[in-house]
């Protein structure tokens, strides 16, 4: 089993050489967000690019915050002053991310419940953990975590203590889904509603709920 909880394992995941003196490295949080680093030593930060704010400007200050490792764009040109940092270069930081959260999954076989749905996600997660947790130990998503990145970040809390695992996705996009299924993969599905969320988006109604049953599809 690849140790996910290393750099090594990581970037063996990831297709990139790791140097000797990153190898062990232990990684306890996956960061897109550079206020919510809260272990910058054992951090690894995905500078993702989106529509308001690009990851990569933010390195530098994480750096002095103590973040040493980070995943970044091919064509990302380090400065000099951070020649101690470790760079793991791929063509898409979301994509890596969303690899690295589905080696993470595929290490655990307890029944995971994936939820979906245009509203309620987060309430029926929510109510599920108040029925269950006391017969189990879940690990559920955080507030909202729905998106692209909020799956795999949910995903990564999966720990081999627990016995169930209740994660939610959400979509805004055409073929958004499938890449949450190969992360989630879920055992057990609800779907929760189909409403107006994100109707321009989508050619119909039938389009936009077929889209959100790919989660479902295995």
Same mark, same amino acid.
């Given at each position: 089993?690849?140790?996910?909880?290393?750099?090594?394992?990581?970037?063996?995941?990831?297709?990139?050489?790791?140097p000797f003196e990153f190898q062990d490295i232990y990684i306890k949080e996956l960061?897109?967000?550079?206020?919510?680093?809260?272990?910058?030593?054992?951090?690894?930060?995905?500078?993702?690019?989106?529509?308001?704010?690009?990851?990569?400007?933010?390195?530098?200050?994480?750096?002095?915050?103590?973040?040493?490792?980070?995943?970044?764009?091919?064509?990302?040109?380090?400065?000099?002053?951070?020649?101690?940092?470790?760079?793991?270069?791929?063509?898409?930081?979301?994509?890596?991310?969303?690899?690295?959260?589905?080696? =993470?999954?595929?290490?655990?076989?307890? #029944?995971? !419940? $994936? %939820?979906?749905?245009?509203? *309620?996600?987060?309430?029926?997660?929510?109510?599920?953990?108040?029925?269950?947790?006391?017969?189990?130990?879940?690990?559920?998503?955080?507030?909202?975590?729905?998106?692209?990145?909020?799956?795999?970040?949910?995903?990564?809390?999966?720990?081999?203590?627990n016995d169930l695992a209740i994660i939610e996705a959400g979509i805004s996009m055409?073929?958004?889904?499938? =890449?949450?299924?190969?992360?989630?993969? #879920?055992? !057990? $599905? %609800?779907?929760?509603?189909? *409403?107006?969320?994100?109707?321009?988006?989508?050619?119909?109604?039938?389009?936009?709920?077929?889209?959100?049953?790919?989660?479902?599809?295995?």
């Open positions: 089993m690849i140790e996910l909880e290393t750099l090594r394992g990581i970037a063996s995941v990831l297709e990139v050489p790791c960061a897109i967000d550079s206020r919510k680093v809260m272990l910058p030593a054992q951090s690894l930060f995905f500078a993702i690019a989106g529509d308001r704010h690009d990851g990569h400007n933010f390195i530098e200050q994480l750096y002095e915050n103590g973040v040493r490792a980070f995943v970044v764009k091919a064509d990302y040109a380090a400065p000099n002053k951070l020649d101690d940092a470790f760079f793991i270069r791929v063509e898409n930081p979301l994509a890596a991310l969303q690899m690295v959260a589905a080696a =993470k999954r595929a290490q655990f076989n307890y #029944p995971l !419940i $994936g %939820i979906t749905g245009s509203n *309620g996600k987060t309430i029926v997660k929510e109510w599920l953990y108040q029925l269950l947790n006391q017969s189990y130990n879940i690990i559920r998503s955080p507030k909202s975590y729905n998106s692209q990145v909020g799956v795999p970040l949910s995903v990564w809390r999966m720990k081999s203590g055409p073929g958004e889904m499938v =890449k949450l299924e190969r992360i989630v993969r #879920p055992a !057990i $599905g %609800i779907f929760t509603n189909l *409403g107006q969320a994100h109707d321009e988006n989508f050619s119909d109604a039938n389009q936009k709920a077929r889209e959100k049953l790919d989660l479902f599809q295995n």
